[in-house]
């Protein structure tokens, strides 16, 4: 199931913003949202959330030492 409403998406490209169908599609989610005026996503990682990251996703695992 897709996170996008692309019917709507599509609408507001082509009717709000006046895009060409190629300009629509060559834009990424981040910069549809920027264009149509939509709030972005939360602030930067917090420290706990990077130690989270970090334990799940160590550079080094215990057999590299």
Do not use: H, K, N
Not at 40 to 60: I, K, S
């Amino acid at each position: 199931m897709s996170a996008f409403d692309w019917p709507g998406l599509l609408r507001a490209g082509l009717q709000e913003l006046r895009i060409r169908p190629e300009q629509f599609w060559a834009l990424t989610p981040a910069e549809l949202s920027l264009m149509l005026g939509q709030p972005q996503g939360g602030g930067a990682m917090g420290r706990g959330a990077l130690e989270r990251m970090m334990a799940a996703y160590p550079d080094r695992t215990e057999d590299e030492g």
